[in-house]
């Protein structure tokens, strides 16, 4: 339980520092109004959406389903569903991601029956990449198609720093459906839910009701920092370019 404590403080802390950084170079700041939502057309898109031009938030983290709200809203097939899910499923970054817990999870001898050594590492780093392997393929393919519900995160970009971060943390419990019309997110609390049953598979320590309770409300927080993290990292970008810039001038002088 301190593993998992100690997992959501610093995704977390490090979403929270990022959203700071944007309320010192948000370009809107007096507005508190959200931007309205686009009509929706109903027809499936014949061709992909457009999504944001950085496919990696730092040049690392996945962000191929983050979509602007100031866009006209498009449905996706379930063919474009489950080519999210993929992406974010098997990306190189999901790799060093899960052994990074799998070390953290060894550290701290976490699920004790795997042991230690190589043997128990390894165990822990396929645990690691199985819990986001589901949980990506519920989330963004399986639930999303079977429910006919949106898994794109829409991005509002403009705005007080206050309503941007409140909204991006509220879309754990607000999805699109694909009619373009707003509706429970299902498929984030069904997905997880559905995830973190299956991951009892492959955790035989920690099966009972109060660990999946946990599990699950943990995945769905970090997953609510990463909208965060999605929302502003387009003003951390512009603040780290402007920086850059200033640099440059100043040193051709």
Request: hydrophobic share 40%.
């Amino acid at each position: 339980m301190a593993g998992h404590t100690r997992r959501l403080v610093s995704v977390a802390l490090g979403c929270f520092l990022l959203t700071g950084l944007a309320v010192a170079q948000s370009e809107s700041p007096g507005s508190s109004s959200p931007a309205p939502v686009a009509p929706a057309v109903v027809a499936p898109a014949t061709e992909a959406p457009a999504t944001p031009e950085d496919k990696r938030i730092f040049g690392v983290l996945p962000n191929y389903r983050t979509a602007e709200a100031s866009i006209p809203f498009a449905l996706l097939t379930a063919r474009q569903k489950f080519t999210i899910a993929f992406k974010d499923s098997f990306d190189w970054p999901v790799y060093p991601t899960s052994a990074a817990f799998a070390t953290l999870y060894q550290l701290e001898n976490q699920n004790p029956s795997f042991g230690q050594g190589m043997s128990g590492y390894a165990t822990r780093v396929a645990a690691a990449y199985g819990d986001q392997m589901v949980g990506n393929m519920m989330t963004e393919g399986i639930v999303p198609s079977l429910l006919h519900q949106d898994p794109r995160y829409f991005r509002l970009g403009e705005g007080s720093v206050r309503s941007r971060a409140r909204y991006a943390l509220t879309r754990i419990f607000v999805a699109r459906s694909d009619s373009g019309r707003n509706t429970f997110n299902f498929a984030e609390w069904g997905g997880n839910a559905a995830a973190v049953a299956l991951s009892n598979a492959w955790y035989p320590d920690t099966r009972d009701v109060s660990d999946n309770v946990q599990k699950l409300l943990i995945q769905c927080a970090t997953d609510a920092f990463s909208q965060v993290l999605k929302e502003f990292w387009p003003d951390v970008k512009r603040h780290f370019k402007k920086k850059h810039e200033e640099v440059e001038t100043a040193a051709a002088r």
